[in-house]
């Protein structure tokens, strides 16, 4: 009679076992389907003067995207210098200075703006930022990038400062220094692997972002040289150029998107190899 009665349930178990067998797999082939696609469509396309030539207008053959990789580092690096003190600041006041009931409030501001899509960031970007200057800019770019990028470090910053264990922070309290410098010199290095991984992924989350370039940085066909002007980047290029029916700026657009892609999967698995060594 047991053994009949538990017939069913290794029944059920092994089917549900099966069904999340079968979505670990669709997931994992969608995802080599979309690398492997771009990968044989895109490299073909790459060599080295597609990396340091500037583009070339449409019917011309050969160009690169020399001013787009510049763009695109520029308006990383800019959204990064203003996202990450605030998001780590924010991480920090999250872990060690909010009240539970504050610290709540904040938790869930963070969390909302991080589901919030970004074409809906890139039209406040513009009401607030670009309606009044009246120019789109490098400058508008980065800050929209920024907003993206901020609960991603805030919150990252607040769960591997949580995993600091509470021993260190009483051991430096009861050698006399204050609460303050035991954050900074005790529990933040402490950290420093996860706040930096929290950082490398929002970067990976921001440097692949179009929707908010489409109303801030609008594009540029001359190179980077104002952060008050308009500025071209990779996500850009890459929209405009699959748009277009010209075919060498159609193969650019596949050479540009691997390149995108391969600089998030990299970012990934340098963020994987970080976490994996705080683990152990």
């Known amino acids: 009679m047991a053994k009949h009665a538990l017939l069913p349930r290794k029944m059920i178990n092994f089917f549900m076992l099966g069904l999340c067998a079968l979505g670990a797999g669709a997931a994992i082939l969608v995802v080599c389907l979309m690398l492997g696609y771009i990968m044989v469509q895109g490299l073909s396309f790459i060599n080295l ?58 938790r869930f501001a963070a969390d909302v703006l991080a589901g919030v899509p970004s074409i ?95 109303f801030t940085a609008l594009g540029s066909n001359f190179p980077f040289d104002d952060l008050m002007r308009p500025i071209s980047a990779l996500p850009l290029q890459i929209y405009r150029y699959a748009m277009s029916p010209d075919g060498n700026w159609q193969e650019q657009a596949w050479a540009g998107a691997f390149l995108l892609v391969m600089l998030v999967l990299v970012i990934s698995l340098v963020v994987r190899w970080m976490s994996r060594k705080r683990r152990t």
């Open 49 to 106: 003067d597609f990396i340091i030539s500037p583009s070339v207008g449409p019917g011309q053959q050969g160009g690169g995207m020399r001013d787009e990789i510049i763009g695109t580092l520029v308006l990383v690096g800019l959204g990064s210098l203003i996202a990450v003190p605030l998001g780590m600041l924010t991480g920090v006041f999250l872990s060690e200075f909010g009240s539970p009931r504050v610290a709540s409030a904040v």
């Open 120 to 214: 809906v960031i890139g039209v406040f970007a513009y009401i607030v930022i670009v309606s009044p200057m009246k120019s789109y800019s490098a400058f508008s770019a980065g800050i929209a990038l920024a907003i993206i990028m901020v609960p991603v470090v805030a919150r990252t910053t607040e769960e591997s400062m949580r995993l600091v264990p509470l021993s260190l922070r009483e051991a430096a309290l009861a050698l006399g220094i204050t609460r303050w410098r035991s954050v900074i010199f005790v529990a933040i290095p402490g950290a420093l692997t996860g706040i930096v991984a929290g950082i490398m992924l929002g970067v990976a989350r921001i440097a692949g972002e179009t929707a908010p370039l489409l």
